[in-house]
């Protein structure tokens, strides 16, 4: 059964501080990872995608990705009351051209 | 950016009667389109694939004669509740595959609220 992992927190963060989520997979030929967004009551919406090993960052985003522990984070940097949403992490498998595989989601929110 | 739209935003309808929703990419052409259901506080369920010209693919579990699905065009995709009861009411969601060079990402529609009373 593969898998994508995260903590459902929630997650409470001072404005102004670095957000840092986490999710671990298990398919350890897994090649793409995203981040979605999800507002209450709203849908997903992407904010990242990474591929390869390391850090890739977009404004106050950064995805970071380790194959080897299969894990990926994503560090949110001057965290912003707008930025309480949830926060799903999802993996293609290895054998998949095109499904995801989705984490239950973290609750993140940012304290004023 | 890739725009994914539904149609309705929201439904209200009585037990019984069908329910047909609509999802379309706007300015990009999808060969696959995924339809999600989500329940309140519950983390999102891929109910079945469809993909332009053949049948979907269901996931297990869902009844494929209740949620039909018909992706007619590279553009529209179309999930129909029929013999919706109170127990369907949920937030139903649609993703749509686009593909661009080594890229490959589902972005996702606004999603339709449907209440069955």
């Known amino acids: 059964q593969k898998e994508v992992e995260q903590n459902s927190g929630p997650l409470s963060v001072p404005e102004g501080a670095i957000a840092s989520l986490n999710c671990t997979y298990s398919?350890?030929?897994?090649?793409?990872f995203f981040w979605y967004r999800q507002y209450s009551g709203k849908s997903p919406e992407l904010i990242m995608s990474i591929y390869s090993n390391g850090d890739k960052e977009d404004g106050r985003f950064t995805a970071q990705l380790n194959k080897a522990s299969q894990y990926v984070s994503l560090l949110i940097r001057d965290s912003q009351p707008s930025d309480s949403a949830t926060y799903l992490c999802a993996s293609r498998p290895g054998d998949s051209n095109y499904q995801l595989i989705w984490g239950a989601g973290t609750k993140l929110i940012i304290k004023p | 950016g890739a725009v994914v739209s539904q149609h309705p935003s929201w439904v209200i309808c009585k037990s019984g009667t069908s329910v047909k929703i609509e999802c379309r990419s706007l300015d990009f052409q999808a060969t696959t389109m995924f339809w999600y259901r989500q329940f309140p506080k519950q983390s999102l369920m891929l109910m079945a694939t469809s993909n332009e010209g053949s049948k979907a693919t269901y996931e297990q579990g869902v009844e494929k004669d209740k949620f039909l699905i018909n992706h007619a065009s590279l553009t529209l995709s179309t999930l129909t509740v029929t013999s919706a009861h109170p127990e369907d009411s949920s937030f139903y969601i649609c993703?749509?595959?686009?593909?661009?060079?080594?890229?490959?990402?589902?972005?996702f529609g606004p999603g339709t609220r449907l209440t069955v009373l």
């Open positions: 398919d350890r030929v897994s090649q793409s």
């Open positions: 993703s749509a595959r686009r593909r661009e060079g080594a890229t490959d990402t589902q972005y």
